[in-house]
């Protein structure tokens, strides 16, 4: 069993949809919560984090975060054609030790807005 | 402030060739990361280096590869005899400090193994 799963979609929606893009996991001590957002042949880049349960809003991304049923989302109000990328959710435990530097990625879900 | 720099943006190589693989973190940044993706999946962690130390390596394969960051130049992800199945993008992020959250991707390296 994957430690983080996410559905690779694809997804395809219109233009002025709400997405909502998730993550399970298993591992218990994930404490900071990430989603990247991925065009085609271009590294990722960051869109937002959020260290342990709660919501986080920037624009028109929401990031939650569920620890008690180790589920993460990531909701894209009034998407745009410009929003078409792979999205992938990544996590890591605290600081301390050697772990603060790896990420554990989902697998990424693909998603197309259609004008 | 240049993002992560990663060269080359694309390699070939035969099987059982050498491939080097070179990041230039930002500005600032002491902490280098190495990530592996193959297709249809995500981001795999392979090694986390600081100037001339190797933190974490749990995620590089045993053999074959290395990687290194020196206390001048870039960080080098080296591949010995290529395989075909090492044919996949490497991606290099970087931070500042401790915190992996604040961590900047390059826009990676293609390889293709023939």
């Known amino acids: 069993q994957k430690e983080v799963e996410q559905d690779p979609g694809p997804l395809s929606v219109p233009e002025g949809a709400i997405v909502s893009l998730n993550c399970t996991y298993s591992?218990?001590?994930?404490?900071?919560f990430m989603w990247y957002r991925q065009y085609s042949r271009k590294g990722p880049e960051l869109l937002m984090y959020?260290?342990?349960?709660g919501n986080k809003e920037d624009g028109r991304f929401t990031a939650q975060v569920d620890k008690s049923s180790k589920y993460i989302s990531l909701f894209i109000r009034d998407s745009q054609p410009s929003d078409s990328a792979t999205y992938l959710c990544a996590m890591r435990g605290t600081a301390g030790g050697t772990s603060y530097g790896k990420l554990t990625f989902g697998q990424g879900t693909i998603l197309t807005v259609h004008p | 402030n240049a993002g992560v720099m990663q060269n080359p943006r694309h390699l070939v190589r035969r099987r059982g060739q050498e491939a080097r693989l070179r990041c230039s973190p930002m500005k600032g940044h002491s902490h280098v990361y190495w990530y592996r993706q193959l297709p249809e999946e995500g981001l795999k962690f392979m090694v986390y280096?600081?100037?001339?130390?190797?933190?974490?390596e749990s995620g590089m394969p045993k053999e074959r590869f290395s990687a290194e960051f020196p206390k001048e130049g870039p960080s080098i992800l080296r591949i010995q005899q290529v395989v075909r199945g090492d044919s996949a993008a490497y991606f290099c992020?970087?931070?500042?400090?401790?915190?992996?959250?604040?961590?900047?991707f390059g826009q990676g390296t293609r390889l293709t193994v023939v």
């Open positions: 992020a970087s931070s500042p400090g401790v915190r992996g959250t604040e961590a900047f």
């Open positions: 591992n218990s001590a994930f404490q900071y």
């Open positions: 280096l600081q100037k001339e130390n190797i933190i974490d």
């Open positions: 959020t260290y342990s349960s």
